[in-house]
């Protein structure tokens, strides 16, 4: 049961090619959840251990974390039968996500990188842009990744783009725990 209900629930997308997109989705959590609201978090294309999934932990079961796919390579590395792999775990995934809407069950949903898997084609635009038809009238959905298809950014109330201007990546510094996962 939800202890509280958001006056309108909106659709926001987090976008483009520089860094804060999660954290920024990740941040709206933590808002919200201090505001009483009850918050799900599905995790596509993220395979490996982060520090949101521990700090997840310690907000349960107002903040959870939800992933459906087993640690794999980058989807360009997968062979055919990895692919229908993960195909399969999306599906699954996306099933938990229509109940989720269906139920109501939390207050905000967050899709995280489903861009992502909109471009890798193991779900299609039309099958996100339904369930956003869907949407209860008081819940929140948060949608991120890269390159938002037209329909998905139509059907938005937000659309932020975060736009590279420097990564230290391009200077040869690699990705740090608890800064870039
Ligand atoms: P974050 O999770 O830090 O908010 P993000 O969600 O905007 O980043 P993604 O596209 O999901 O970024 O990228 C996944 C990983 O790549 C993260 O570790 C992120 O910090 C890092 N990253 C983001 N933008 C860039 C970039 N322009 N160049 C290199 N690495 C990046
Ligand atoms: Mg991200």
Request: proline share 2%; aromatic share 8%; net charge neutral.
């Amino acid at each position: 049961m939800l202890k509280k209900r958001l006056e309108k629930g909106l659709i926001q997308v987090y976008t483009g090619d520089g860094k804060g997109k999660t954290t920024a989705a990740l941040g709206q959590a933590l808002r919200a959840v201090g505001a009483g609201y009850r918050v799900y978090m599905v995790q596509f294309l993220k395979g490996g251990s982060t520090g949101e999934l521990e700090a997840a932990k310690r907000l349960e079961p107002e903040f959870r974390i939800f992933r459906f796919e087993k640690e794999r390579g980058f989807f360009w590395t997968l062979s055919d039968s990895e692919k229908k792999e993960l195909k399969s775990e999306v599906n699954e995934a996306f099933e938990f996500i229509r109940e989720v809407v269906r139920g109501e069950k939390c207050n905000i949903l967050i899709l995280d990188e489903v861009m992502g898997i909109l471009h890798n084609g193991l779900l299609t635009v039309d099958e996100v842009c339904n369930l956003l038809e869907q949407k209860p009238d008081k819940m929140e959905i948060i949608l991120t990744g890269r390159d938002v298809p037209e329909k998905i950014k139509e059907m938005a109330h937000l659309v932020t783009e975060m736009r590279l201007v420097k990564h230290p990546f391009d200077r040869g510094i690699g990705s740090r725990e608890g800064i870039e996962w």
